[in-house]
């Protein structure tokens, strides 16, 4: 065993001088330095394009003059595409992000309904906000809530016999609450998902048919899906 360990001891000493001069005749390569990627920042102005999905929370029609009665519907659904304006401020080394957004929307949101051959339609041709907004930043991600003033121009119109007998359309005013997701996929393109919802305030219809006319308002909810194109 002793002669097993001095002949192990002595092939290391051997060796040692051979092994070194091998290390020092190989070129020293440097490790390629971890490239950085920087983080991203939102702020800037950007415009979009988004589309959707639209059905009412409640549609509300009454007329003071027939005992204050009221009748309620949840019927109107529809989709619709739109486009976006809007300016982001977020400081550096900050996650929070300030913004403002503006955007309007084609569609129709409605529904009809045909009783003894007289159809009645109601429907949200248009409609759109002007909000704040404040969201949360992971990097790429952006987890925001939004909320501010909503218009929707809304068409009810009364027909049988394919003749139109009644049509009258109204802007109305309100508001807007939501939130979402979007991702920043490069550079200057990002992609959203958003859900929100809406009160339009009531407008007074038909006072030529019927006396002191109808009040309608409705509350509406919305989703869509949407891509941005920042300016930076």
């Known amino acids: 065993m002793k002669k097993f360990l001095l002949a192990s001891a002595a092939l290391v000493v051997l060796s040692a001088p051979a092994l070194a001069a091998d290390l020092a005749?190989?070129?020293?390569?440097?490790?390629?330095?971890?490239p950085h990627v920087a983080a991203a920042n939102w702020t800037g102005l950007y415009v979009g394009a988004f589309g959707g999905y639209g059905w009412s929370d409640r549609v509300r029609a009454s007329n003071v003059f027939v005992g204050g009665g009221s009748v309620a519907s949840n019927d109107l659904k529809g989709g619709?595409?739109?486009?976006?304006?809007?300016?982001?401020?977020?400081?550096?080394?900050s996650q929070f992000v300030w913004g403002v957004e503006v955007d309007a929307a084609g569609g129709n949101i409605g529904a009809s309904?045909?009783?003894?051959?007289v159809t009645t339609k109601d429907s949200i041709r248009a409609f759109g906000s002007v909000t704040g907004r404040v969201g949360f930043a992971a990097n790429s991600a952006l987890i925001y809530v939004k909320g501010g003033y909503a218009w929707a121009n809304n068409k009810v119109s009364v027909s049988a016999a394919g003749i139109n007998l009644y049509s009258e359309s109204n802007t109305h005013s309100g508001w807007t609450i939501g939130g979402g997701l979007e991702y920043m996929f490069a550079p200057n393109w990002s992609a959203k998902a958003e859900y929100m919802y809406a009160d339009y305030g009531k407008k007074n219809y038909g006072a030529g048919l019927v006396v002191g006319g109808i009040d309608v308002g409705a509350s509406v909810h919305t989703i869509k899906a949407g891509v941005n194109y920042r300016f930076n």
């Open 25 to 34: 005749a190989r070129p020293y390569t440097k490790a390629a330095p971890v």
């Open 113 to 117: 309904a045909t009783d003894s051959g």
């Open 80 to 93: 619709f595409g739109g486009i976006t304006v809007g300016y982001n401020w977020q400081a550096p080394g």
